[in-house]
């Protein structure tokens, strides 16, 4: 089980379960959503997320026609992303873990944008997204 929250504690959640999959992103768009030279995402089960305090906190914004993006109102914490055509996973933000096993990244993408004085050696990188059933290996 994960626990997790926001900055300023209003958002607060439990994972029924644990992570199996850790992407670094290095695109445009995460970047400038979250204000860092990469992103950490966790694709995690709708079904096992509970909110326990602040839903009400929410604050969605459409990064492209079919990806909202969701944080704390209050704070400004970015929580999670998802895919409207996806609705039984989101992306949750690493960074918000408080409590749980966070693995090492498994994987890069979109490469091509990355910051040239990061260097993340080891992990496979991809010039744009993946779907986790076409790497070869997660550790």
Known sequence: MLKGRCLCGQVTYEYQGEI?????????????????????????????????????????????????????QNC????????????????????TITHGKIPEPHYQIYCGSTSDWLVLNGKPQYEQNILKNLVDKID
């Open 20 to 72: 199996t999959e850790l992407a670094v992103c290095h695109c445009q768009q995460c970047k400038q959503a979250q204000g860092t030279p990469f992103v950490t995402n966790a694709p995690i089960e709708t079904s096992k997320m509970k909110w326990l305090t602040g839903a009400d906190n929410f604050k969605s914004y459409f990064s492209s026609s079919n990806k909202k993006r969701v944080f704390c």
């Open 76 to 95: 400004g914490s970015p929580l999670y992303s998802q895919r409207t055509d996806m609705p039984e996973s989101l992306r949750l933000r690493a960074g």
